[in-house]
């Protein structure tokens, strides 16, 4: 797994804001500023939903507007869709359809309850330059990440 002070890998993955499919890049983000990337197992798996749904409630969003929030699994973009809808989840949700960007950044599983190369739950704060200011992988996927860290994290740039 990559950690505090490695490069991040760049990427590009098609994905929604809950209302069009796109491709999103992390160097076109971090040039606006910190970019939390949240890797997450399944749309509407009951711990997802608790992790993605806490992410808008912390306020990020109306503290600093310069963070970035890229939600990141395996699913399709148009699973996605319905789930940023239905939870109204206010950032986007990206498609590593392949597994490559969860195995570059040394977050993927091989197996979890009978799915095949999913996306271990993961948060990194990126910052403008592209280096990993933070780094996190459940050790166990139903663990939810320690937002004060992240929060943290992303006060110190």
């Given at each position: 797994m990559l950690?505090?002070?490695?490069?991040a890998p760049d990427f590009i993955l098609p994905g929604t804001?809950?209302?069009?499919?796109?491709?999103?890049?992390l160097a076109e983000h971090t040039r606006d500023g910190p970019v939390v990337l949240a890797f997450y197992l399944f749309d509407f798996h009951p711990a997802c939903t608790d992790e993605l749904c806490g992410i808008q409630n912390l306020g990020w969003f109306d503290v600093r507007e310069d963070v970035t929030v890229l939600g990141i699994s395996r699913d399709s973009a148009f699973s996605h869709?319905?789930?940023a809808r239905e939870y109204?989840?206010?950032?986007p949700l990206l498609t590593d359809s392949d597994g490559a960007v969860s195995e570059r950044y040394g977050v993927r599983?091989?197996?979890?309850a009978g799915h095949r190369d999913v996306s271990n739950r993961a948060v990194f704060v990126i910052d403008g330059d592209t280096k990993v200011r933070y780094a996190?992988?459940?050790?166990?996927p139903s663990t939810q990440p320690n937002w004060d860290e992240v929060r943290a994290a992303l006060d110190g740039l």
């Open positions: 950690t505090a002070g490695d490069a804001d809950g209302e069009t499919v796109r491709e999103y890049m869709r319905a789930f109204d989840i206010p950032f599983l091989d197996e979890l996190w992988a459940a050790d166990d």
